[in-house]
């Protein structure tokens, strides 16, 4: 081969065992989900929180845990195997001859009262429990994403109304002043609107403080390493709660975290009972062995034997710990009964207060949408009115405020119904079917084209 050919060939292989190298690295990194994006919307901050949040972490273990101790129960359902050794001694000293012992044996349980079997599934409700208890973690990181991402669009949508608030007060201080020039109005209606404007100026420096307390909060939730630039992207909706009462009553037993805790709860203090009372029954084993064993276990020639023992055994007396173990058992069993149809009356009673309320808000906002369509004409028409001179300021200013805390009003019940929504969600342990109406905030300029909100 020319020394041409023999470099070209060491590339080659060098190449070949570095792109091997790189995949093999790249199998045995561990996978960091991370957002390399400054805008996000609801489901990818909710999607990012729950696969970077540590105590999620923990009880995926936790499950991994509990299915690995279940595993460990059925042990119990296979044979043991092992190898014994040691020495007997058949005469006293002087003459004591000391004889080697060696033997493979196997154990095998074939009775103890059903208690294994309960163990077992104890166990499976274990896993269970901690399946449940990890679903509804991530089910409660989520709502409190979306609250906190809600609370930003609200920040954000409140802003924008009292942007338009002030760009209307501007327009009236440009027809205030030109009706100023011309004589019509005193310098008061000019400091009226002046006034106003600081007033609406001091308060959007609030709001956004109070829109950077809310990216803040959201921050905290998916943690450090999204960056302090992330930007929540979309718009405050306007809900309604598909479904009746009754509906989400029944779905509350399969769904809500502490009623299915409480569930498991109640199987496992009965069948804690079964094993407590199993003890009363015979317990069966049976034993094989073979090789060199001890005399009196049908040893102690040159050859290796073989034997077989069955053996059972019923406990009499045990200090009456067996008795006040039922009786323990027992109390823990009517506890855990109590407990449940406790958890399962809070939850009912929770649901039916929180879900009346949203009906409520869901009928006040439908009621403010015509007060707000109402507020805004009113305003156009007393705009109309003052520019041809039968309005005077005070009238003007009273109209656009008015137009202002309708449409604040609105954007506030949604809000609410937005957070009470969710704290039902949590109850409930499931989310609720919602249907978002379109044009939730949408804003209309007046019909004269005079100033627009």
């Known amino acids: 081969m020319t020394t041409r050919g023999t470099s070209f060939a060491l590339v080659l292989a060098s190449s070949l065992l ?14 960091q989900t991370t957002l390399n994006r400054s805008k996000l919307d609801l489901a990818q901050a909710k999607r990012y929180a729950v696969e970077n949040n540590q105590r999620v972490k923990a009880l995926r273990h936790a499950v ?22 040691g020495a007997e001694v058949e005469a006293a000293p002087p003459e004591a001859e000391a004889i080697g012992i060696g033997y ?4 095998y349980n074939l009775f103890n009262g059903y208690r294994d079997v309960y163990r077992d599934k104890i166990a499976e409700l274990e896993i269970e429990k901690a399946a449940t208890e990890l679903h509804a973690v991530e089910h409660e990181l989520g709502i409190e994403v979306e609250a906190a991402f809600h609370e930003y669009l609200f920040r954000k949508t409140m802003i924008e109304a009292k942007d338009r608030a002030l760009a209307r007060n501007e327009a009236h201080q440009d027809l205030v002043k030109r009706s100023r020039m011309l004589g019509s109005i005193s310098e ?10 600081a007033t609406l100026r001091s308060e959007l420096v609030a709001l956004k403080q109070e829109l950077e307390d809310a990216r803040s909060d959201l921050k905290r939730l998916l943690g450090d390493e999204v960056g302090a630039a992330i930007r929540p992207v979309g718009e405050m909706q306007h809900q309604h709660v598909l479904g009746k009462l009754m509906d989400y009553l029944a779905r509350l037993k399969t769904t809500a975290r502490p009623v299915k805790i409480a569930a498991r709860d109640v199987e496992i203090a009965s069948l804690e009972r079964r094993v407590a009372e199993g003890r009363s029954l015979p317990q069966v084993d049976v034993e094989a062995r073979y090789g060199y064993q001890a005399s009196d276990q049908g040893g102690g020639g ?11 055994r019923l406990e009499l007396f ?51 949408r015509d007060v707000l369509e109402n507020a805004r004409r009113y305003y156009s028409s007393v705009l109309s009115e003052y520019k041809r001179g039968f309005k005077n300021s005070a009238d003007l200013k009273a109209a656009s405020e008015l137009w202002s ?3 604040v009003r609105r954007v506030a019940l949604d809000y609410d119904f937005i957070k009470l929504r969710l704290e039902l ?25 005079g100033v627009s909100p």
């Open 405 to 407: 805390e309708a449409e």
């Open 425 to 449: 969600e949590r109850t409930l342990g499931a989310p609720l079917a919602i249907e978002a109406m379109p044009g939730s905030h949408s804003h209309k300029a007046p019909k004269d084209g």
């Open 64 to 85: 991994e845990e509990a299915s690995a101790r279940r595993e460990r129960s059925r042990s119990a359902f296979r044979p043991r195997a092992g190898i014994g050794a």
């Open 104 to 107: 493979v044996y196997g154990t």
């Open 318 to 368: 045990t200090g009456r710990d067996a008795s006040w173990e039922e009786r323990e058992r027992e109390a823990g069993s009517f506890r855990a009964e109590a407990e449940l149809k406790y958890e399962i009356n809070e939850a009912i009673r929770d649901v039916e207060v929180r879900f009346r309320n949203l009906s409520t808000i869901q009928i006040r906002s439908e009621l403010e």
């Open 188 to 197: 008061t209606d000019v400091m009226e609107f002046q006034l106003e404007g």
């Open 302 to 312: 040159n050859k290796p034997t073989a034997t077989v023992l069955l053996q059972a």
């Open 18 to 31: 570095l792109a091997e190298a790189t995949a093999l690295a790249q199998k045995s990194a561990p996978v």
